[in-house]
């Protein structure tokens, strides 16, 4: 197995250079993420017993495959280690739970499939109403988190970071292993649309005391900061609360009254949230505080958006995300501007989905501490602590 991610890696520098990808600096850059996660991921699917004319089979469709046909196929493989996440976390907290996830799993996708694209998650059980929120087991989040463990392998930790400066506070760790390629925690938080960034509290100085806020490619924003570490209950969540959280300080008396100036009119204009019930003891809901590595460090995990399906009424309770408006506004963006072109349907179809963020490791990984590359922005100032992982791929990435 260690000869076959030898030759996924060697494929992962290899593919990234590829004049298929030669289109503006931004988008070449996430079809190069996108192109590593096919990789990663279909490389974890493929499993430990996989032969290495599969293997060779995947690294093949790496370099031809339209990239479209690769998006599509992360988006299956993160869903399906999703759905079986979701489906150990029932047979943990559901006492009328009757049917194992290996059966549950086993008989949702039919006939295991061995490669190449082929593999895509089969049918899915089919959408229900969640009228109520269903009674759980009372579970603590320590035994929860545990008995996660005990069914996939790994669970997460947060304790004072091993990173050495001093601004680096708690880090997220794995306890256990888990396999490259696997879906290592889930961004939780607050969803924004562009066409919604002016309610981001603090707006528009989003980012001056909120280190949790994060972007996907298609400029999409998730805050965290509301989570926070979750709670002990499941819910219906609003997302407009963190237990114990500050008030944003924007600097001096001067400064603050004019933000609460600019702000105000947003506050009375609330936009609802939706009604879904959230499991916040979610073990996996902590990607949020991952930390840049160090200097002679390296990232073991990277980002990947993933589109969940509302449809997936069953999973819907432990994906940790809000949307923070029910509506899909169509957005055009001019230089660093957006404006409003009529609603969109989502990703082509009328299928409601939450635009989320996850991290999948990019090797194997054994009680450690989670290293995320921040990929911020050289265009502005940053922190002292930050030493770029790659500078041409930061400058890509923002460009």
């Known amino acids: 197995m260690a000869f076959l991610f030898q030759k996924f890696q060697e494929a992962v520098k290899v593919i990234a250079k590829n004049p298929m990808f030669a289109r503006d600096p931004r988008h070449m850059q996430f079809e190069t993420d996108m192109n590593r996660l096919f990789l990663f991921t279909s490389y974890n699917r493929l499993g430990r017993d996989a032969a290495e004319a599969d293997a060779e089979e995947i690294i093949d469709m790496a370099s031809k495959a339209p990239f479209a046909d690769q998006q599509k196929q992360v988006q299956e493989n993160i869903h399906s280690q999703v759905e079986s996440?979701?489906?150990?976390?029932?047979?943990?907290?559901?006492?009328?739970?009757?049917?194992?996830?290996?059966?549950?799993?086993?008989?949702?996708?039919?006939?295991?499939?061995?490669?190449?694209?082929?593999?895509?998650?089969?049918?899915?059980?089919?959408?229900?109403?969640?009228?109520?929120?269903?009674k759980t087991r009372p579970l603590g989040r320590s035994e929860l988190s545990q008995k996660l463990k005990d069914g996939i392998g790994y669970t997460l930790d947060i304790r004072p970071s091993q990173i050495p400066h001093k601004d680096a506070g708690q880090g997220l760790f794995l306890d256990g292993e888990a396999d490259v390629g696997s879906v290592i925690a889930i961004y939780p938080g607050v969803i924004y649309s562009p066409a919604h960034y002016q309610y981001i509290p603090g707006y528009p100085r989003v980012d001056a005391q909120n280190p949790y806020l994060i972007t996907r490619y298609d400029s999409t924003v998730i805050n965290a900061?509301?989570?926070?570490?979750?709670?002990?209950?499941?819910?219906?969540?609003?997302?407009?609360?963190?237990?114990?959280?500050?008030?944003?300080?924007?600097?001096?008396?001067?400064?603050?009254?004019?933000?609460?100036?600019?702000?105000?009119?947003?506050?009375?204009?609330r936009v609802l949230h939706g009604d879904d019930a959230i499991e916040r003891r979610n073990p996996l809901a902590f990607a949020h505080y991952a930390n840049h590595p160090a200097k002679d460090m390296a990232p073991?995990?990277?980002?990947?958006?993933?589109?969940?399906?509302?449809?997936?009424?069953?999973?819907?309770?432990?994906?940790?995300?809000?949307?923070?408006?029910?509506?899909?506004?169509n957005m055009k963006r001019l230089g660093s501007f957006w404006f409003k072109s009529g609603r969109s349907r989502i990703n082509g179809s009328d299928t409601p989905i939450l635009k989320t963020i996850v991290l999948?490791?990019?090797?194997?990984?054994?009680?450690?501490?989670?290293?995320?590359?921040?990929?911020?922005?050289?265009?502005?100032?940053?922190?002292?602590?930050?030493?770029?992982?790659?500078?041409?791929?930061?400058?890509?990435?923002?460009s």
């Open 85 to 134: 996440f979701c489906k150990h976390m029932d047979e943990i907290l559901l006492p009328d739970t009757r049917t194992s996830p290996a059966e549950s799993h086993k008989q949702s996708n039919g006939a295991v499939r061995k490669s190449g694209l082929s593999f895509a998650v089969g049918k899915h059980s089919s959408p229900t109403n969640i009228t109520d929120i269903p």
């Open 225 to 269: 900061q509301p989570w926070g570490l979750g709670a002990d209950t499941r819910e219906v969540w609003d997302g407009l609360t963190a237990p114990g959280s500050n008030p944003i300080k924007l600097g001096n008396e001067k400064s603050d009254r004019l933000w609460k100036m600019l702000s105000k009119p947003l506050e009375a204009k």
């Open 300 to 329: 073991n995990v990277m980002l990947c958006p993933y589109d969940f399906p509302m449809t997936e009424k069953d999973m819907r309770v432990y994906i940790p995300n809000v949307l923070f408006a029910n509506e899909e506004v």
């Open 360 to 398: 999948v490791a990019t090797r194997a990984l054994c009680d450690e501490e989670v290293l995320l590359n921040y990929r911020l922005s050289n265009s502005k100032r940053r922190p002292s602590w930050y030493t770029p992982v790659d500078e041409e791929e930061d400058r890509r990435r923002w």
